[in-house]
Nanobody, 125 residues
């Protein structure tokens, strides 16, 4: 599976963006899909996840209530709707897919099997 994220850009605080992650191959319904981000000079950070086919979602506290993750299995695409963006959301955002992730590892980047090239999101104040 090859993943390609898109939809990033330069926006102002309070604006919205919708990131997409298209997979070249089929994403199993039982796969866990997630978004992570890396800000300049910082570690890779978990953002959001859809756990397996049940659709259970989890979010980092910093984005809870503002970001929404979703998946469209028919299109092999993962989305991240980002609302009320803040300057601290500035980062390179990457999507990831994992085939055998357990619940307790869903926010751990090393648990994922496939990663896409990131898309840059810059939020100005």
């Amino acid at each position: 599976v090859q993943l390609q994220a898109s939809g990033g850009g330069l926006v102002q605080a309070g604006d919205s963006l919708r990131l997409s992650c298209a997979a070249s191959g089929r994403i199993s319904r039982d796969s866990t899909v997630g978004w992570f981000r890396r800000a300049p000079g910082k570690e890779l950070e978990f953002v959001a996840v859809v756990f397996r086919s049940g659709g259970h979602t989890s979010y980092a506290d910093s984005v809870k209530g503002r970001f929404i993750i979703s998946r469209d299995n028919s299109k092999n695409t993962i989305y991240l709707q980002m609302n009320s963006l803040k300057p601290e959301d500035t980062a390179n955002y990457s999507c990831a897919v994992g085939n055998r992730i357990i619940w307790s590892s869903r926010t751990t980047s090393s648990a994922y099997d496939y990663w896409g090239a990131g898309t840059q999101v810059t939020v100005s104040s």
